[in-house]
Nanobody, 124 residues
Framework: QVELVESGGGSVQAGGSLKLSCAASGRTFRSYSMGWFRQAPGKEREGVAVIDIYGTASYADSVKGRFTISRDNDKNTLYLQMNTLKPEDTAMYYC??????????????????WGQGTQVTVST
C-alpha cells in the first residue's frame, strides 16, 4: 500500500512554469510505476505522463515538449515540471501509483492508488 500527497499547484499566467511534487509513503516507492493525471471541470480524467520503475516516461501529446515527469526514489517523490503553461492546462492534477512495473499506459485503470490532487490554474 502507498499513500500519495501532492503539492506545488497554484495560479500562474500563460507561458509560466510550475513544478508539482508527490510525496509517497512506504519503503516500496521504487517498485511502483507512477503517473500524473488531470481533470478539468466537466471533463473526464486524462493521463498526462507516466514513468516506470526504470525511469522510462510517456507523455500525452498535448504536453510533449512542455512537461517533464521524473522521480527520486531516495526521496520517495514524484515530480512534474510544467513549462510554457497554457490556459487549457487548468485542472486538478492527481498523482497515482501502479503495481505494474513497466508497460503502464496513460490510463487511469492501470493505477490503483491516488492522491487528493492539487489545483493548477493558468490565466491569460
Amino acid at each position: 500500500q502507498v499513500e500519495l500527497v501532492e503539492s506545488g499547484g497554484g495560479s500562474v499566467q500563460a507561458g509560466g512554469s510550475l513544478k508539482l511534487s508527490c510525496a509517497a509513503s512506504g519503503r516500496t516507492f521504487r517498485s511502483y510505476s507512477m503517473g500524473w493525471f488531470r481533470q478539468a471541470p466537466g471533463k473526464e480524467r486524462e493521463g498526462v505522463a507516466v514513468i516506470d520503475i526504470y525511469g522510462t516516461a510517456s507523455y500525452a501529446d498535448s504536453v510533449k515538449g512542455r512537461f517533464t515527469i521524473s522521480r527520486d526514489n531516495d526521496k520517495n517523490t514524484l515530480y512534474l515540471q510544467m513549462n510554457t503553461l497554457k490556459p487549457e492546462d487548468t485542472a486538478m492534477y492527481y498523482c497515482a501509483a501502479s503495481t505494474l512495473r513497466w508497460g503502464t499506459r496513460l490510463d487511469s485503470r492501470d493505477f490503483g492508488y491516488w492522491g487528493q490532487g492539487t489545483q493548477v490554474t493558468v490565466s491569460t
